[in-house]
């Protein structure tokens, strides 16, 4: 038998050539196939080139209506197909040119074998995947020598039989070896682990020239991220992206694993959908489902009337954020920390439905788990829980993403900033401050054209907030509780103790109005 790294193969037969320079075969068979169980998935796999002339096995979200693809589901195994469709589909020189279609995934792809080869089944009627497998059982003839035009003895002819074959096995081996070294020396060591790792993997792998074209050569920029610059992008299916490009520089592909490994894994109406990603070589990149409405910090910072949205949607958004952290903190395998919950990244589909993104800072953890273990504060000043900073106020858990979630929700109540160096009346600098000390007085937000529900509604998320952005922790609540005040009476709500330290407060306002004097010099100089 011969081995490699992927597989295990047998030689069902070997053909010695002539003495006049006529080629010797070896018949060569994976191992793996099963001549009475229809099991069409080899384990000598090969994902990382693109070989001319060779067979693709792969999963697909949707059931495909090209005559290209042959149904294969009868032959699909579980643990290696990720949707529910599966064919195999036949290559020209590359994938691209065979019409592959967007939804679908590649799970295996192997050279054809003799039987299949392209002059071989022109003009043959359509090859059903019974024939497939038929041919698969029948192998690969691989030459190993070459004859000579020496007259052997029986027993020279043996020994030169076996050396030429030797050299043959060695040739093949040879070959394989540096086609594996070949395919892993373009990826990034930890980032090809990494993946080798996901077992359950859904998201389509692309490539840079793949990653070029839906982008016109990353033509409409949406906008620039912590990590890297956002890209508009077309799928050949018609659906808009948004195609994030990693700057290697400064995330040495740490991002890019934060985000496959937990955004890559789930599927929540609030949390925005990775359609797929791109390494190659140094190239890095992630594929989002686009969407038109922006992130949230445009919608509630924005001061023209015609993107004004109702206090009935604001809540809405609300809610939908909040039922998304939830998700991410209980309902996954694994816990989900995102660490940088703020309106830049929630972003609003054409509904304005909430989805949350940008996974870059983001930590798996177990469910049960309490307390996580950080070795540096991640997160965005000013939605960062007071515990990154000060160890001596508590542990840090899954009540760091409550507390920006309270940032956030103040801020929605607001529509404004919660530090505001500009703001008319130096009291009102720092807002939640500021209205607290309203509330503590009896009254209200002042809002234009508001009805009676809407200032109840306003009220209460002020409150909510007010529990989230307590200093401890253990005085937060949980998302699952936050869920159930929001969805409550305001009646039923308590105000908390005024959630703030005197010496942060005073830092806080201070440095607002360190800014905003700076802010005035510099336009009295100009």
Same mark, same amino acid.
């Given at each position: 038998m011969l081995h490699n790294r992927d597989g295990t193969y047998y030689v069902a037969d070997i053909f010695y050539g002539g003495e006049f320079g006529d080629s010797s075969t070896i018949q060569l068979v994976d191992q793996s196939l099963d001549a009475d169980v229809c099991s069409i998935l080899p384990k000598s796999l090969v994902c990382e080139e693109e070989i001319a002339d060779s067979i693709f096995f792969m999963s697909c979200r949707v059931p495909m209506t090209s005559s290209l693809y042959i149904d294969a589901a009868s032959c699909a195994n579980a643990s290696f197909s990720a949707y529910p469709y599966f064919y195999a589909l036949f290559s020209g020189q590359t994938l691209n040119e065979t019409g592959f279609d967007e939804s679908c995934t590649v799970e295996v792809q192997v050279p054809r074998p003799v039987g299949l080869q392209y002059s071989n089944i022109t003009g043959l009627p359509r090859l059903s995947i019974s024939d497939i497998h038929r041919e698969l059982l029948r192998g690969?003839?691989?030459?190993? #020598?070459?004859?000579?035009?020496?007259?052997?003895?029986?027993?020279?002819?043996?020994?030169?039989?076996?050396?030429?074959?030797?050299?043959?096995?060695?040739?093949?081996?040879?070959?394989?070896?540096?086609?594996?070294?070949?395919?892993?020396?373009?990826?990034?060591?930890?980032?090809?682990?990494?993946?080798?790792?996901?077992?359950?993997?859904?998201?389509i792998r692309y490539s840079y020239s793949e990653i070029k074209r839906m982008t016109e050569s990353f033509k409409n920029k949406l906008g620039q991220g912590g990590f890297g610059s956002v890209f508009k992008g077309k799928l050949r299916s018609g659906r808009f992206v948004a195609v994030k490009l990693l700057e290697l520089s400064k995330s040495k592909g740490q991002d890019f694993i934060n985000e496959v490994g937990t955004i890559g894994r789930i599927h929540h109406v609030n949390v925005v959908q990775l359609v797929g990603f791109c390494v190659?070589?140094?190239?890095?990149?992630?594929?989002?489902?686009?969407?038109?409405?922006?992130?949230?910090?445009?919608?509630?910072?924005?001061?023209?009337?015609?993107?004004?949205?109702?206090?009935?949607?604001?809540?809405?958004?609300?809610? #939908?954020?909040?039922?998304?952290?939830?998700?991410?903190?209980?309902?996954?395998?694994?816990?989900?920390?995102?660490?940088?919950?703020?309106?830049?990244?929630?972003?609003?589909?054409?509904?304005?439905?909430?989805?949350?993104?940008?996974?870059?800072?983001?930590?798996?953890?177990?469910?049960?788990?309490?307390?996580?273990?950080?070795?540096?504060?991640?997160?965005?000043?000013?939605?960062?829980?007071?515990?990154?900073?000060?160890?001596n106020i508590g542990s840090i858990s899954h009540k760091a993403d409550v507390y920006s979630f309270g940032m956030l929700l103040m801020e929605m109540a607001g529509r404004r900033r919660n530090l505001d160096a500009f703001a008319e009346k130096s009291s009102e600098i720092y807002f939640p401050s500021w209205i607290y000390d309203r509330f503590d007085r009896g009254e209200d937000l002042e809002l234009e054209d508001a009805t009676e529900s809407e200032r109840k509604m306003v009220r209460k998320m002020i409150i909510v907030a007010f529990w989230c952005i307590q200093i401890k922790p253990t005085d937060r609540p949980s998302m699952s509780k936050v869920i159930e005040m929001l969805e409550g009476a305001v009646e039923l709500l308590e105000m908390p103790i005024k959630p703030f330290l005197l010496t942060m407060e005073r830092s806080s306002t201070d440095d607002a109005t360190e800014s905003m004097d700076r802010a005035q010099c510099s336009a009295s100089d100009s």
């Amino acid at each position: 038998m011969l081995h490699n790294r992927d597989g295990t193969y047998y030689v069902a037969d070997i053909f010695y050539g002539g003495e006049f320079g006529d080629s010797s075969t070896i018949q060569l068979v994976d191992q793996s196939l099963d001549a009475d169980v229809c099991s069409i998935l080899p384990k000598s796999l090969v994902c990382e080139e693109e070989i001319a002339d060779s067979i693709f096995f792969m999963s697909c979200r949707v059931p495909m209506t090209s005559s290209l693809y042959i149904d294969a589901a009868s032959c699909a195994n579980a643990s290696f197909s990720a949707y529910p469709y599966f064919y195999a589909l036949f290559s020209g020189q590359t994938l691209n040119e065979t019409g592959f279609d967007e939804s679908c995934t590649v799970e295996v792809q192997v050279p054809r074998p003799v039987g299949l080869q392209y002059s071989n089944i022109t003009g043959l009627p359509r090859l059903s995947i019974s024939d497939i497998h038929r041919e698969l059982l029948r192998g690969y003839n691989v030459s190993w #020598g070459c004859a000579t035009n020496v007259d052997f003895s029986d027993r020279n002819r043996r020994v030169a039989i076996a050396v030429r074959t030797l050299l043959g096995v060695l040739c093949l081996i040879i070959v394989v070896v540096l086609k594996f070294r070949r395919r892993h020396l373009c990826m990034d060591d930890t980032i090809e682990e990494f993946l080798q790792m996901q077992n359950k993997f859904m998201p389509i792998r692309y490539s840079y020239s793949e990653i070029k074209r839906m982008t016109e050569s990353f033509k409409n920029k949406l906008g620039q991220g912590g990590f890297g610059s956002v890209f508009k992008g077309k799928l050949r299916s018609g659906r808009f992206v948004a195609v994030k490009l990693l700057e290697l520089s400064k995330s040495k592909g740490q991002d890019f694993i934060n985000e496959v490994g937990t955004i890559g894994r789930i599927h929540h109406v609030n949390v925005v959908q990775l359609v797929g990603f791109c390494v190659q070589g140094s190239k890095q990149a992630l594929v989002y489902d686009y969407m038109p409405n922006g992130s949230l910090d445009k919608i509630i910072f924005s001061k023209e009337k015609n993107i004004n949205l109702s206090w009935e949607k604001i809540f809405e958004i609300v809610m #939908g954020v909040a039922r998304g952290i939830e998700y991410l903190h209980r309902r996954c395998d694994m816990q989900i920390l995102h660490f940088d919950i703020k309106p830049h990244n929630i972003l609003l589909d054409e509904n304005f439905t909430p989805k949350i993104s940008d996974f870059g800072l983001a930590k798996l953890h177990a469910i049960d788990a309490s307390i996580v273990s950080l070795t540096a504060a991640r997160g965005t000043l000013g939605y960062m829980a007071p515990e990154l900073f000060y160890k001596n106020i508590g542990s840090i858990s899954h009540k760091a993403d409550v507390y920006s979630f309270g940032m956030l929700l103040m801020e929605m109540a607001g529509r404004r900033r919660n530090l505001d160096a500009f703001a008319e009346k130096s009291s009102e600098i720092y807002f939640p401050s500021w209205i607290y000390d309203r509330f503590d007085r009896g009254e209200d937000l002042e809002l234009e054209d508001a009805t009676e529900s809407e200032r109840k509604m306003v009220r209460k998320m002020i409150i909510v907030a007010f529990w989230c952005i307590q200093i401890k922790p253990t005085d937060r609540p949980s998302m699952s509780k936050v869920i159930e005040m929001l969805e409550g009476a305001v009646e039923l709500l308590e105000m908390p103790i005024k959630p703030f330290l005197l010496t942060m407060e005073r830092s806080s306002t201070d440095d607002a109005t360190e800014s905003m004097d700076r802010a005035q010099c510099s336009a009295s100089d100009s």
